[in-house]
């Protein structure tokens, strides 16, 4: 129920899957996840009987090829999606059974989502397309602090049309940020970029793990990207195939695609 709904920290510890090393409190868990879409006469199985833990301050990297099953993990673990069966649980929170409401509220306090499209609103400049989740959020970080979180402090007045693929990208992540949330879910963050665009909003996302400690989800397609997280969770027919556990994050230079 909403009255239950967990702080920081509520949850234990956990190991990794597949034996990795203890990494910290478990803020998300998920057992034995299913999705299956029926589209008429044929049923698509997007996940089948997936586990996964996501733990304080981490960054993981989900990787896998188009209809892998990341998408689908990762709207149901934002709480945009709910699971044909299995459950999920946000500290003692038990999301497969929360309604509409519920999952509204998880998602305006604790998630931040950035995707490949940057959806910011046109006729707003980026202090303001910031604002919209500063003034939902419960304890924001003002947009000015935000934006020079990404190296964006002079740029606040700036509308959309006025920056650059990569600076908009930038200015949704301060928009995910700045609503402090427990976990930040990126979906092919950097899949409508450049290389050397896509290694700054990397460097970003990797600036705003390690200063605020924000539980970081990087979905890709991409495997260079896999060395710069502390876990790589790949994905293959909707099933989590392997995990890795980096004992070092790689540095953006040893990034290549």
Known sequence: MVGSTPGRGDAGKGTGEGGGP????????????????????VQVEALRSVDLDLYSGELTVLL?????????????????????????HYGDWDLSEADDHELT???????GFVFQLYNLIPSLTARENVSLVS???????????????????????????????GEQQRVAIARAVAKRPELMLCDEPTGALDVKTGKLVLAVLDQVNRETGTTTAIITHNVAIGGLGDRVIRMSSGEIAEVTVNHERSSLDEVEW
């Open 105 to 111: 509220l998880y998602r305006r306090r604790y998630v």
């Open 135 to 165: 003034e939902i959020a419960r304890d924001p970080m003002r947009p000015e602090e935000a934006l020079e979180l990404v190296g964006l402090g002079d740029r606040l007045d700036h509308f959309p049309a006025q920056l650059s693929g």
């Open 64 to 88: 896998g090829a188009s209809g892998s099953g990341k998408s689908t993990l990762l709207n149901i673990v934002g709480g945009l999606d709910r699971p044909t069966s299995g459950t999920l």
């Open 22 to 41: 203890r990494l910290g409190a478990t803020v998300l868990e998920a057992r034995d996840l299913s999705k299956i879409y029926d589209m008429g006469e």
